[in-house]
C-alpha cells in the first residue's frame, strides 16, 4: 500500500511522492498526519540543503512539529487507542546510554530525529512512532496547537534551563518564533519582568501582545544594559536567554546579567567562533546554559495549553494545506516580515 | 514624644496606649504605619497568650503584616527617602551566623520576629525597621496589598520549596489564607493542575475564584488518592503542599504522591507526633520539605503584584479603622466562616 | 542444555536443581557467574518467604549482588566480548515511563529486579542480562569486589540523597552492611564529620576501621543529640542517613540535625507507621529524602574502587563456595554477631 | 601605640614601617598574626602595581592568606577568646544586599578585602577583624596550614561551583597553587579521575604527588581531547576546571567535556577576549559556571585539614620570616620553577 509524501530531492526541489505505507511494530502507533508546523531547520534544509555537519545526501522527508490523530496501535501498547489525538515528540534517543539513564535523553548521542539527515520527518499522510513519544491531546486542542508543542517544548526548556521562575526578572534577546515561545514560557512560569530585544517590527509587537513587561528595539548594547539595570533595580538581570544567534547580543547579555545571573544560548551562531570576556563569567560569577531541542516537555506543555495559561494561537499567522508543503516553505523562507509561524494541515 | 500603640495586655486584653516615639538609628527608617493585617498568630497570642514555647510574659504590640510610608531615615540609608511607600519584612536576622551567610536567613536562631515574644509588632502610628528589610511599593499597589506581601512571601516560599513550575501537579491540603496564598504562588508559578483539598465553603468558593482547577471537599482518603490519581495520568501529584495542620491530610498527601514527589510542610500541627508511614519515604523515594516563614520573598512579590500576575486583594474580605484592632481581632477569631483576611488600615 | 541453580522452593527448603541454560537475545549478554553477595532480603526471604508484599508464591533463585564472566554476547552489543569480567547492575526498567524519562529509573513501577518475586536471581551458573546492565570490571579488581558494587551503591546514592559533599557533618544511625557502605561512600565523598551510632560490637569495630570519626554505641536519644552538637559547632548535623529502621532512630537523627538540615532514609521500618514531630520539619525546615536502591551508581562505584578510593574488601567477613547457599544463607542469618558480608564464590 | 606592617609604596618599593595599633570594635577580634601566604595577586601588586581596574594609588599592607592568634576580644564576641588560634577569611561582605541576603556573600558590591585597594591586608603585627569571618583552628593544624585556608577555599569552591563528587570525571587545565588546591579538592570530594594538564616540570611532579591520576604534559588540543576521550568511556569528563587564564586552555576543555558537562571558570585571563565555540555550549548543552573568590568554605576546610582528608603540607615549598616579605615577593616573583606557594611567619 502507498501513501503520499513530500519529499525534498534537493534544495528547493520538494514534491509530493508516492513512498510505501509504514506499519507500526510493537511498541509503536501508526498517526494519521493532521498538522505539522514548518521550522527553521526545515528552510534551511529546504533553500541550503544542509545544517552544519548535518547534509542532505539523499532524497529526505521535512517535517517535525506534528500532530495527528491514531490510526492504529502496535503489540504492547495501552494508553493509546485508535481515534486518540496526539502531539508526537520527534526525537527517539537509544534508552540504554548513560545520557538516556541519567534523565538527559536530549543528549543521547544516538538519538533518531524527525527531519534530521538521514531521518525522515511527517509530511506524510501517514507516520509510524514510538507510543511513548506519543502524548495524547485533549479534545479542545487543535492538531495546530499540537504541532506547537514543539517549538514551545524549546521554550519550557529554555525557561527550565535558566532557572527562570516567580519573580525572575529576565532578558531575551530576539523575537523570532523561539524567542517568543520562551516569552511565553517565562510568562507562564512567573517571570516579574521579562524584556525582549527586537528590531524587528511584527515580531516586536507580537511580544508586547504576548505578555513581553518591556521590548527595546535598539542594538546599543550601552543602552541596552542601561535600560536593564533602570527595570533591575540596578543590579542587573536574573537570566537571559539568547534566541537570536547574533555575537553581540551574547556579548550584550553578559553585561546585563547580575552577578550570579544565567545565560541561556538558545540560537546558533553562525560564527564558528564568537570573542567573548570569560573574565566576567568568573567575576560576576556567571552561569551558561545550553538548550538542545527539550526533554519531559511534552506533558507540561499539554497541562499548560489545556489549562489556557499558554495561548500558542496567536503565533500561527498563516496555514496551508499539506499537499501545499512548498508553497509554506516558500512563505516561510521569504515573507519573515510578516509571519511567526506557518503550518500546514491535512 | 508619644505615639499611639495596640498593646496586648493579657488574653483578650488589647487596648490603645500611648508609648515613646522610635528613632531611627543608622541603617534604619521610621515608617508611619498604614496597613496591617491579621495573622493566625496574632489571633492565638490574643486568645491563649501563646504558641508553643512562645509565651506573652508581658505587654506586647501585635502585628507583622505591614506597610507603612517612610517618615524618616536614619544615617547611610540611600534606597529610601522620606514620603516613599514600604511593605515591611518582619523578621531581622543576626546576618553573621552560619545560617545568616549560607542563605537561609529565616532559620537564624537569633531572628527578631514582629509580634513574636519577646518582640514588639507594629499595631502603632510608628515603627522603626531596618532599611534593607523595607521594601518600595510601586504608585499602584495600595497599602493594604502591601501588607498581604507577608502572608503571600509564605505562598511564594512554599511553592519555591516544592520546586513548583511550569506544568506542576500540585495538592494543597487546607484554603484558610495560606492554602490560598500558596494557590496563587502555584498558579503564578505555572503549575498545570491545581487540586485543593477544603470543606469550609467560604474557602472552597475562594479557592476556584482565585485559580484552583479542582476542589476535593471529601475528607476521605481513599477517594482524595483516587481523584489525585486521576488527573495525574494514573502516577500521582509532583508536589503537595499540606496547609491544614491534620495529621490525616499529611498522610494522605503521602499517598497522593508519584513515586519521587515532594511533600511540603506549611502548616503547624497541634498533635505532638503524628504518625507517618516511613517506609513510603524510601519506596516512593519522597522528598519532605519544611517551610519557616521566607526568604528573599519580598522583591518576588513586588514584581508580580506590580505585573498583575498575582491579585491579593480579593482574600480581603472585610477592613477595620487600626484603633478598632480588638474589633477586627474578634473578627478574626470567630467568623472563619466568612473572612479569610482582616485588615486593619491607618 | 542444562544448568546447575539454587532453587528456594520455600522457606528454608533451598537445594541445587538444574534449569534450562538462558540463551541471549539481542542487546543482552550471558554471565558465567563468579560471585554472588547475600543480602538481607535474601535472607528474609529465605527465612519467612516474603518481604511486606513481596512473596515467594512459586519457587524462585535467590541472589542480586552479582559479578561474573562475559560467556556469550547477544546481537548488536559491542561494548563488551566474551572473556570480559562484569557487574551486573540488577534492576531492568521498562526505559518508557515518565520516570525512566526523568532520570530515575529506580522508580520505575514495571522494573524487573533479581531476587524479587516473581523474578529469579543470579545464584546459578550462568544468567542473561541486557548488556546496558553489565559493567566492565578492571583486571585489579576481584569478582567478590564486584559483587559488593551492588550493596556500595546503595551507600552512593545515599550519599548523594543526602547531599554529603566537602565537609559535610553526617550522622549514621546503625552500622549493618548498609550503614558501613554509606560510610564508606560517606568518607569519599569529603565528610568532615562522620558520627556512627551502634551498639553491636563487631559493627562498631567495623565502622571505626572504615573511617567513622565517632562511633556512639549508646542509644539515649537526649545523650546523642548533646554528642552531635558537640562535634558541629552547636549547630546540629547537615546531614543525617538512617539505616537502621528503629524509629527512635529516625526521632533522634531529627532532634541531631540543624536548621536546614537533611534526614535519609534508608533502612525498612517493621512498624507500619512511626510518631514522628512533624512540626520539626516546619520549624528548623528539614528536608527528608527516600533512599530506593541506586541509580547511576555502577560506573561510579568502579572508578572509586579501581583508584582506591573505597576498599570494600574489609566488609567481607566470610566466603563459600556457591553450592553451599544454604549454609552462607544460615551464616547471614544465624551469625550477625560476627559477619559483616557473606560471599559465596563460583 | 605603634605596630611594625610591611607597606607597599609603589611597585617593588617594599618596606617595614610603623603604623597605629588597631583597637576591636563590637563583634570584631585583634588578631597577632602568625602566618601569611603570598598569593599571585600580591606579586601583582607589588611588580605592576596594578591587577586590572585595581590600582595601588596610595600605600598598602599587602596580604590576605592570614592565620593568627585572638590578642582582644570586642563586646559582644562570644565564640573566640584571647589565645583561641584562627584563620581569617578576608573578604568582608556588606551582609544587607540581595546578594548577601540570597547566599551569594562573595558577589557582595561592596565587600572590603585584604589587600585589595583601597583595603589593607595582614603583613603587620596586629590586625583587627570581624569575628565572624575568623575561625577557630583545632591545635594540631599550624598556622602555615591555617594560612592556606584561604587558597584552598578557591579549590573547594571551584569543586563545588563544578558539582564534583563521588566518582567523577574531572579534567583541570594548569597546575599552579590554585589548580593544586582544586586537585587536592576534588580529590577530597571523591572524584574518581583527575586528569591534569600542565606542562611544568615541578608543578607536574606535585600534582602527581597530591593525587592526580594522570598528568599530561602536551598541549596539543587533539591529543588533549584524545586523551580524555580514552579516560572516560569515550564520553567525555563531567567537569573541566579552568585554572591557567590561557584561552586555548578553555577552547580545548569545551572539546574533552561529555554532552551535558560543567566547564568551571578559576583563573583569569590576560586577553580581554578569547574566541569561544558558542555552539558548543548549544549543541552539547555545555554548563560554564565562574568562580570568584569562595564562600562558606573555612568550617569545611578546617574539617578536613583536622580530620588529616586534605594535606596542604606539601604546597608550602619555602618559608620566610615576615619581616622579609619583600625577599619572600621576589622569590614568589622569580623562582616560579621551584615554588608554589612562599609562606612568611611571625
Known amino acids: ?43 534551511h534544509y529546504y533553500v ?25 496501535v502496535g503489540a504492547g501498547v495501552t494508553h493509546l487507542k485508535k481515534g486518540d489525538r496526539v502531539a508526537l515528540e520527534p526525537g527517539i534517543p537509544c534508552g540504554s546510554c548513560q545520557q538516556c539513564k541519567g534523565g538527559t535523553y536530549n543528549l543521547c548521542a544516538e538519538v533518531r530525529f524527525h527531519a534530521t ?41 529554555a525557561t527550565r534551563q535558566g532557572g527562570v521562575g516567580l519573580g ?3 532578558l531575551i534577546t530576539g523575537a523570532g518564533p523561539i524567542g517568543l515561545v520562551t516569552l511565553l514560557a517565562c510568562k507562564a512560569a512567573g517571570a516579574g519582568v521579562i524584556a ?20 527595546i528595539s535598539t542594538f546599543d548594547s550601552d543602552k541596552i544594559v542601561a535600560e536593564t539595570k533602570r527595570l533591575s533595580d540596578n543590579y542587573g538581570f536574573d537570566t537571559a536567554i539568547e534566541c537570536s544567534g547574533a555575537g553581540p547580543a551574547a556579548q550584550t547579555a553578559v553585561r546585563a546579567l547580575k552577578r550570579g545571573g544565567t545565560l541561556v544560548f538558545v540560537g546558533l ?13 568568573t567575576q560576576k560569577e556567571l552561569t551558561f546554559k545550553g538548550v538542545f531541542r527539550y526533554k519531559n516537555t511534552y506533558p507540561t506543555a499539554i497541562d499548560l495549553l489545556a489549562s489556557g495559561r499558554i495561548d500558542v494561537k496567536p503565533l500561527i499567522t498563516v496555514r496551508f494545506p499539506w499537499d501545499k508543503v512548498k508553497d509554506a516553505m516558500d512563505c516561510a523562507h521569504k515573507d519573515a516580515a510578516n509571519q511567526i509561524k506557518v503550518m500546514t494541515e491535512w
Chains 1, 2, 3, 4 share one sequence.
Open 117 to 157: 539527515p538521514p531521518y525522515d520527518g511527517t509530511f506524510a499522510e501517514y507516520v509510524v512512532h514510538p507510543a511513548q513519544f506519543a502524548f495524547k491531546l485533549p479534545e479542545h486542542i487543535s492538531f495546530a496547537e499540537g504541532a506547537m508543542i514543539e517549538p514551545l517544548s524549546v521554550g519550557i526548556h
Open 1 to 43: 500500500m502507498k501513501i503520499k509524501a513530500a519529499v525534498l530531492e534537493k534544495p528547493h526541489v520538494l514534491g509530493i511522492k508516492e513512498v510505501d505505507m509504514p506499519r507500526p511494530g510493537a511498541g509503536e502507533v501508526l498517526v494519521k498526519v493532521k498538522a505539522v508546523g514548518i521550522c527553521g531547520s526545515d528552510v
Open 168 to 170: 525572575s526578572r529576565v
Open 196 to 215: 525582549v530585544v527586537e528590531g524587528k517590527q511584527n515580531r516586536a509587537d507580537m511580544a508586547y501582545k504576548l505578555g513581553a513587561t518591556q521590548v
Open 269 to 281: 551562531f553562525s560564527a564558528l567562533e564568537v570573542p567573548m570576556d570569560l573574565n566576567a563569567i
Open 48 to 72: 541550503d540543503g544542509r545544517i552544519g555537519d548535518y547534509i542532505v545526501e539523499k532524497p529526505i522527508i521535512l517535517g517535525h512539529e506534528t500532530s495527528g490523530e491514531i490510526a492504529e
